[in-house]
T-cell receptor, first 114, second 113 residues
């Protein structure tokens, strides 16, 4: 079974630039998450989708971050404009359904903002 | 106060040693508890769930004390391949998806030959 795919794996941008990350969850997984993991910390949830609807975006900095999952499959996370403190690994995770047990994480996108 | 608190370590132990990690959580409404493992520069992966009755998976034993809001992970007979960061994870839902997962900062373990 193919895992969660993310791209790009690495991205370096200057502050105030924009960046977008892409995630393709495991086939059939209805629930998708985006997490931010700053070096030395655990992942922090940014947004949760159930199919193409947002379940929880309470920790998403909406002034600069946006995410969508228009067809309920792939998702994109955008940062515009980026700040130095956005340097982190952005992890996408998926699971089969709202009441499913385990989340499966993708390899992440490592973002460096200079 | 953080939702989940862990000792970040690092823990450096010789092969064959027994090592224990502890974690506390702040929200008494938390319902589900997990340990995830994260290798260097890799994604987190579920290691095991934690139940009030305690549960064991081979060399790994997890315990939950709801009264103290305390979770533990014991690794017996440590192997070199156990070297990783162990993340304590708490959810307010009864399953991992009903509500958010809250991750601790992780405890880094290095098993030395």
């Amino acid at each position: 079974e193919a895992g969660v795919a993310q791209s790009p794996r690495y991205k370096i941008i200057e502050k105030r630039q924009s960046v977008a990350f892409w995630c393709n969850p495991i086939s059939g997984h209805a629930t998708l998450y985006w997490y931010q993991q700053i070096l030395g910390q655990g992942p922090k949830l940014l947004i949760q989708f159930q199919n193409n609807g947002v379940v929880d975006d309470s920790q998403l900095p909406k002034d600069r971050f946006s995410a969508e999952r228009l067809k309920g499959v792939d998702s994109t996370l955008k940062i515009q404009p980026a700040k130095l403190e956005d340097s982190a690994v952005y992890l996408c995770a998926s699971k089969l359904g709202f009441r499913s047990y385990e989340q499966y994480f993708g390899p992440g996108t490592r973002l460096t903002v200079t | 106060r953080k939702e989940v608190e862990q000792d970040p370590g690092p823990f450096n132990v010789p092969e064959g040693a027994t090592v224990a990690f502890n974690c506390t959580y702040s929200n008494s409404a938390s319902q589900s508890f997990f340990w995830y493992r994260q290798d260097c520069r890799k994604e987190p992966k579920l290691l095991m769930s934690v139940y009030s009755s305690g549960n064991e998976d081979g060399r790994f034993t997890a315990q939950l004390n709801r009264a103290s809001q305390y979770i533990s992970l014991l690794i017996r007979d440590s192997k070199l391949s156990d070297s990783a960061t162990y993340l304590c994870v708490v959810s307010r839902g009864r399953q991992t998806g009903a509500n958010n997962l809250f991750f601790g900062t992780g405890t880094r373990l290095t098993v030395i030959p």
